[in-house]
C-alpha cells in the first residue's frame, strides 16, 4: 500500500482583523481613529471631525498585521 501524502495546513485568514482592517491601493493599512465610539459630546467638534478620517498603520505594526489579513484578498 501506498502512504498518502501529508499536506500543510492552510494559511487561515483572521476574520476579526479582515473585519476591522482595510488595504489601501497603496498597500498601507486603513484603521479607525481611537477615541471616536462614544463620549464624543465632551469633546470639541475638530477633534470628531480629525477621527471621522481614519489613519494609517504605523510601518511595524502594518508589518505584523499583514500576516494576519494575508489571505484576505
Do not use: C, E, F
Amino acid at each position: 500500500m501506498a502512504k498518502a501524502k501529508k499536506s500543510k495546513n492552510k494559511l487561515k485568514t483572521h476574520k476579526g482583523t479582515k473585519k476591522v482592517l482595510k488595504i489601501r491601493n497603496g498597500g498601507t493599512i486603513k484603521i479607525g481613529r481611537p477615541g471616536s465610539r462614544h463620549n464624543t459630546g465632551k469633546k470639541n467638534s475638530a477633534a470628531n471631525r480629525k477621527n471621522r478620517k481614519g489613519s494609517s498603520l504605523s510601518k511595524a505594526d502594518q508589518n505584523r498585521a499583514t500576516n494576519l489579513i494575508r489571505m484576505a484578498k
